[in-house]
């Protein structure tokens, strides 16, 4: 992306931001409150318009070719998205159905078991809120993305689910070359997982926390 900006009406949350990723690269988001996280991500996703700028992926400019990049992009935002009175099985098998990419219910299964989702029969609501975000991720998984944009993955989840969602993220990234930008204010779990951190906003608490840790911190604007 290039010199992205966005405004909100007078309000200019993203000033000018500049940056690349590269394949199997997992990079983090840090910033305060209201910093333009979110929003970034949901440019990235094709979910909102930038007021300038240009973005690229896989060489196609997003004014082109959104509807096509929308194919390869997996985005799962803050908020829990799914259906809670079906089983996961009925969740997965629905965003199948919705997903550009045609996945056997074996395939389904797998992406849930590879991230430790084993409730393959209950309904959702009576899932733990990590279990839920396992399920949020494997929808996101269904159309097989090269770029995985995750906005606070992990929040409110035990240390368990977060330490086995952050092996599941290197994998995806190591083994199958999938770029993956994440946020979360969590600095241990940035730490462990991502390879450099991009930090939005100008409060600068988190940049110097990162740095004393000796991760590679890079400011946008
Ligand atoms: N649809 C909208 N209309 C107007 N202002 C908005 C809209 N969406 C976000 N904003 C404002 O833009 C700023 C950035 O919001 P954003 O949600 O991107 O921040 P964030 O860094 O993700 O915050 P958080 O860590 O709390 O999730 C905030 O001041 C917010 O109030």
Redesign the pocket.
């Known amino acids: 992306m290039i010199g992205v900006q966005k405004r909100?009406?007078r309000?200019s949350?993203l000033k000018y931001v500049s940056f690349q990723m590269n394949e199997g690269e997992i990079v983090g988001l840090v910033?305060?409150?209201?910093?333009?996280?979110?929003?970034?991500l949901q440019i990235l996703a094709t979910a909102m318009e930038p007021t300038a700028g240009e973005l690229r992926l896989n060489g196609k400019r997003y004014e082109d070719d959104f509807k096509q990049l929308r194919q390869i992009i997996g985005y799962v935002p803050?908020d829990i998205s799914v259906w809670e009175e079906y089983t996961v099985e009925e969740n997965m098998r629905f965003f199948e159905k919705l997903s550009w990419k045609r996945r056997s219910p074996e395939e389904c299964r797998k992406l849930c078991l590879e991230m430790q989702l084993t409730q393959w029969k209950e309904p959702v609501h009576s899932l733990s809120g990590g279990m839920k975000r396992k399920l949020n991720l494997a929808i996101s998984l269904l159309n097989d993305p090269i770029l995985l944009l995750l906005?606070?993955p992990t929040v409110g989840i035990d240390l368990k689910s977060k330490t086995e969602i952050g092996s599941y993220l290197l994998d995806l990234a190591k083994k199958e070359g999938k770029m993956i930008l994440y946020?979360s204010?969590d600095m241990d779990e940035i730490t462990n997982v991502c390879d450099r951190v991009y930090s939005?906003?100008e409060d600068p608490f988190y940049p110097s926390l990162l740095k004393e840790r000796g991760v590679h911190v890079e400011q946008l604007t």
């Open positions: 909100y009406r309000k949350v910033g305060e409150n209201g910093a333009g996280k979110s929003t970034l803050q906005d606070e946020t204010h939005i906003g």
